[in-house]
């Protein structure tokens, strides 16, 4: 995981948490929340390379 995408990962939950404040109004709330979403998402599937799904991994005996 390159640094960039671990930074916008930690962002998105930064951003996750501070929607989950009990003190923010609702309207904003859901705004923060939804861009929380958009970058963990972007930032998780920056992560995922096709060429790592379906791959047997083979167990070291």
Aim: hydrophobic share 55%.
């Amino acid at each position: 995981m390159s640094d960039r995408t671990r930074d916008a990962l930690l962002f998105g939950i930064l951003l996750a948490v501070i929607a989950s404040a009990p003190a923010m109004p609702d309207g904003p709330a859901l705004f923060v929340g939804l861009v929380a979403v958009v970058v963990g998402t972007v930032a998780f599937l920056a992560t995922v390379t096709p060429a790592g799904f379906g791959r047997v991994v083979p167990k070291e005996e």
